[in-house]
């Protein structure tokens, strides 16, 4: 049950946020969903980042990646929008626009992935190799 309301926690500090940043980037993207794919690729970055460094370098409890890797980041990324936005641009005829969102949210978001988890790594070596030399 504890993990639930750390789940929720996050969740909802998530929620608030994806809610604060597309009123933010709307207004900037007339006929694309720019916010949506702006917060996917900032999540999948986040994502692949913070579940290499957290066991390695911070350590932090179970709980907290459950609040922070779960709730947050899975409330603050939003795949149930992206789909819902790739059929709307399709059945609007914009299907360059579709096209072009589907490819770079799904190749790009792959590729944050990828350099989050890079970065991870990277840190998690300079500390083990810190921690070698005291």
Same mark, same amino acid.
């Given at each position: 049950?504890?993990?639930l309301?750390?789940?929720?926690?996050?969740? +909802? !500090?998530? /929620?608030v946020?994806?809610?604060?940043?597309?009123l933010w980037?709307?207004? *900037?993207?007339a006929?694309?969903?720019? *916010?949506?794919?702006?917060?996917?690729?900032?999540?999948c970055?986040?994502l692949?980042?913070?579940?290499? %460094?957290?066991?390695?370098?911070?350590? %932090?409890p179970?709980?907290w990646?459950l !609040?922070?890797?779960?709730? +947050?980041?899975?409330?603050f990324?939003?795949?149930? /929008?992206?789909? =819902?936005?790739?059929i709307?641009l399709?059945?609007?005829?914009q299907? $360059?626009l579709?096209?072009?969102?589907?490819?770079?949210?799904v $190749? =790009?978001g !792959?590729?944050?992935?990828?350099?989050g988890?890079k %970065?991870?790594?990277?840190?998690?070596?300079?500390?083990?190799?810190?921690?070698?030399?005291?």
């Amino acid at each position: 049950m504890r993990e639930l309301i750390y789940v929720g926690a996050g969740g +909802f !500090l998530g /929620t608030v946020l994806r809610y604060g940043v597309q009123l933010w980037l709307e207004p *900037a993207s007339a006929n694309f969903p720019l *916010a949506v794919l702006m917060i996917n690729l900032a999540g999948c970055f986040f994502l692949g980042w913070f579940f290499t %460094i957290t066991p390695v370098k911070w350590r %932090i409890p179970a709980e907290w990646r459950l !609040l922070i890797g779960t709730g +947050f980041t899975g409330a603050f990324t939003t795949f149930s /929008t992206f789909s =819902i936005d790739s059929i709307q641009l399709l059945q609007d005829r914009q299907v $360059v626009l579709a096209v072009s969102y589907i490819l770079l949210s799904v $190749v =790009i978001g !792959l590729l944050m992935s990828f350099l989050g988890i890079k %970065i991870g790594e990277r840190m998690s070596l300079s500390r083990l190799a810190k921690e070698n030399s005291l």
